[in-house]
């Protein structure tokens, strides 16, 4: 009776020591079925292998014979290159590369919404689909191309859900970003900012079997839960190809901090967890918006829209009512204002700065908004900037003339700013709002209740003028009437003496 070849077992199978267990196990049960459990130990090992234990041809996850591969370890080999020096195509190198560690059964939800085993080689991370070996197109990434990562908690739900959320390079503020113009009308040759990648995780720990690849052993001793699992992966990666964005960051993942930011709103599933979060509008869209230590995100609907503090020129707040009021958010696309910065962009005089507009935002949040997040983070706010208090004033100033002086009002300081709109760092939205209530109380002014026939108005200061004067003018006819009836009576009286 032939024994089971335990040595090839385990180096076919290393990945999974729980399945060795299971062979062994059934094969003490079965012994007439050892040929077969060898017969698939070595066809899976030559197929992971090599016929001589070298790589095969055709790149598939190669499993280290000495048991003690580690994720950060295997680093140190750059992305394959053409022989233009160009990058060749993603898709291709990163399946070419071998897959140190992969978590199956992932919710992805962008770029698409899906489960997928996520897998980490030493230059690229990527999605596919359960029992396939080749990447999804359009979820595949470098590891040395991500600029901005985040680790930020579902909102509203039940369970405790955590969202990773990871920024390619130029893809934080893409959406607001106009497409690059090609010279004599052709197509542009710069392509589009890849997508975000987010993905959902549970707050426990993965179940036996979801992590495979060379690295599962020591994934195991930070496998507690998917949360240290991806910590340590991610941050393990990012270190480990030098990324140039992320080298400076004290946290290369960044998560929501309660001290930094926090709702004075309940969140109705978790009451006693404090919320990190906003609800709030971006268009018609429902979104939530999160006030982190390097800036606002806004998610979790495309597009996502990370505004970095170091983008941030200024913040307004509009619509203010009495329960909910909108936050104006005004970012240097160039990069070169900073916050509180002229936005001047590349110094040729063009406004290169574009404002956001979040929208029904509860007015409970507006303290720990404008307190706690933007005067500790040294953000302008041009709420009431002093162009802005200059204006009213102006516009309240007019108005009080024309009431107090009539048509001769009109010519004065109101009729002189009556011209183009000046660059008073008004939306939109708030000028519209503005000139409606101008017109409303121009209309308010102009009207004369006198003017109705029965009404009893007094009419305004001008009208009482008028009627002052026509007042004067009847008094002066009653007395020329009176001197003319004195007169005929006189000349009756003498012709009745004469008769």
């Given at each position: 009776?032939?024994?089971?070849?335990?040595?090839?077992?385990?180096?076919?199978?290393?990945?999974?020591?729980?399945?060795?267990?299971?062979?062994?196990?059934?094969?003490?049960?079965?012994?007439?079925?050892?040929?077969?459990?060898?017969?698939?130990?070595?066809?899976?090992?030559?197929?992971?292998?090599?016929?001589?234990?070298?790589?095969?041809?055709?790149?598939?996850?190669?499993?280290?014979?000495?048991?003690?591969?580690?994720?950060?370890?295997?680093?140190?080999?750059?992305?394959?290159?053409?022989?233009?020096?160009?990058?060749?195509?993603?898709?291709?190198?990163?399946?070419?590369?071998?897959?140190?560690?992969?978590?199956?059964?992932?919710?992805?939800?962008?770029?698409?919404?899906?489960k997928y085993d996520l897998c980490f080689t030493p230059n690229y991370l990527y999605a596919r689909a359960?029992?396939?070996?080749?990447?999804?197109?359009?979820?595949?990434?470098?590891?040395?191309?991500?600029?901005?990562?985040?680790?930020?908690?579902?909102?509203?739900?039940?369970?405790?859900?955590?969202?990773?959320?990871?920024?390619?390079?130029?893809?934080?503020?893409?959406?607001?970003?106009?497409?690059?113009?090609?010279?004599?009308?052709?197509?542009?040759?710069?392509?589009?900012?890849?997508?975000?990648?987010?993905?959902?995780?549970?707050?426990?720990?993965?179940?036996?079997?979801?992590?495979?690849?060379?690295?599962?052993?020591?994934?195991?001793?930070?496998?507690?839960?998917?949360?240290?699992?991806?910590?340590?992966?991610?941050?393990?990666?990012?270190?480990?190809?030098?990324?140039?964005?992320?080298?400076?960051?004290?946290?290369?993942?960044?998560?929501?901090?309660?001290?930094?930011?926090?709702?004075?709103?309940?969140?109705?599933?978790?009451?006693?967890?404090?919320?990190?979060?906003?609800?709030?509008?971006?268009?018609?869209?429902?979104?939530?918006?999160?006030?982190?230590?390097?800036?606002?995100?806004?998610?979790?609907?495309?597009?996502?829209?990370?505004?970095?503090?170091?983008?941030?020129?200024?913040?307004?707040?509009?619509?203010?009512?009495?329960?909910?009021?909108?936050?104006?958010?005004?970012?240097?696309?160039?990069?070169?204002?900073?916050?509180?910065?002229?936005?001047?962009?590349?110094?040729?005089?063009?406004?290169?700065?574009?404002?956001?507009?979040?929208?029904?935002?509860?007015?409970?949040?507006?303290?720990?908004?404008?307190?706690?997040?933007?005067?500790?983070?040294?953000?302008?706010?041009?709420?009431?900037?002093?162009?802005?208090?200059?204006?009213?004033?102006?516009?309240?100033?007019?108005?009080?003339?024309?009431?107090?002086?009539?048509?001769?009002?009109?010519?004065?300081?109101?009729?002189?700013?009556?011209?183009?709109?000046?660059?008073?760092?008004?939306?939109?939205?708030?000028?519209?709002?503005?000139?409606?209530?101008?017109?409303?109380?121009?209309?308010?002014?102009?009207?004369?209740?006198?003017?109705?026939?029965?009404?009893?108005?007094?009419?305004?200061?001008?009208?009482?003028?008028?009627?002052?004067?026509?007042?004067?003018?009847?008094?002066?006819?009653?007395?020329?009437?009176?001197?003319?009836?004195?007169?005929?009576?006189?000349?009756?009286?003498?012709?009745?003496?004469?008769?």
């Open positions: 009776m032939a024994s089971l070849d335990l040595e090839r077992l385990s180096l076919a199978f290393q990945s999974r020591p729980d399945l060795v267990e299971q062979i062994r196990a059934a094969a003490a049960e079965s012994p007439a079925r050892t040929p077969l459990f060898n017969s698939i130990a070595s066809y899976v090992y030559e197929q992971v292998h090599g016929a001589d234990g070298s790589e095969p041809a055709h790149k598939r996850r190669k499993v280290d014979a000495n048991g003690h591969s580690a994720l950060p370890a295997r680093q140190g080999t750059a992305p394959a290159k053409s022989q233009n020096g160009g990058e060749v195509d993603i898709l291709s190198a990163a399946a070419a590369e071998t897959v140190l560690l992969e978590v199956k059964d992932i919710s992805v939800s962008i770029p698409q919404r899906k359960s029992n396939t070996t080749t990447p999804v197109p359009g979820i595949v990434y470098a590891w040395k191309d991500f600029e901005h990562v985040f680790y930020l908690p579902v909102p509203e739900k039940a369970q405790v859900q955590y969202n990773y959320i990871l920024f390619p390079r130029h893809s934080a503020l893409a959406s607001l970003a106009k497409p690059p113009a090609a010279a004599n009308g052709a197509a542009p040759t710069t392509p589009p900012a890849a997508e975000p990648l987010v993905f959902t995780v549970p707050a426990t720990a993965p179940k036996p079997g979801q992590v495979g690849g060379p690295s599962a052993g020591l994934a195991a001793a930070v496998s507690d839960s998917y949360t240290t699992l991806f910590h340590w992966a991610i941050e393990g990666q990012l270190r480990a190809v030098d990324n140039v964005y992320l080298a400076n960051q004290r946290s290369i993942i960044v998560a929501a901090d309660p001290k930094v930011f926090h709702s004075a709103a309940r969140q109705p599933f978790r009451p006693t967890e404090k919320a990190v979060h906003v609800r709030a509008f971006r268009g018609s869209k429902d979104g939530y918006l999160f006030f982190l230590p390097t800036g606002i995100l806004w998610g979790f609907k495309k597009p996502l829209l990370f505004l970095p503090l170091d983008r941030i020129v200024a913040v307004s707040y509009t619509n203010v009512l009495q329960r909910t009021f909108n936050i104006v958010v005004e970012v240097d696309l160039q990069g070169s204002g900073g916050a509180g910065g002229s936005g001047d962009g590349d110094g040729n005089g063009e406004n290169e700065n574009e404002e956001i507009e979040f929208g029904m935002l509860d007015q409970e949040d507006y303290g720990g908004i404008s307190e706690t997040y933007v005067q500790r983070h040294n953000l302008q706010d041009r709420s009431m900037a002093e162009r802005r208090k200059a204006k009213r004033e102006l516009a309240e100033n007019a108005r009080g003339e024309k009431a107090n002086g009539g048509e001769g009002g009109e010519g004065g300081e109101g009729g002189a700013n009556g011209g183009a709109v000046p660059d008073d760092g008004l939306t939109e939205l708030q000028r519209a709002e503005q000139q409606l209530q101008d017109e409303e109380d121009e209309d308010e002014e102009d009207y004369d209740p006198g003017s109705d026939g029965d009404s009893d108005g007094s009419g305004s200061i001008d009208d009482e003028g008028s009627e002052d004067g026509d007042e004067g003018e009847g008094e002066e006819g009653d007395d020329d009437d009176d001197e003319e009836g004195e007169e005929g009576e006189g000349e009756e009286a003498e012709e009745g003496d004469e008769e």
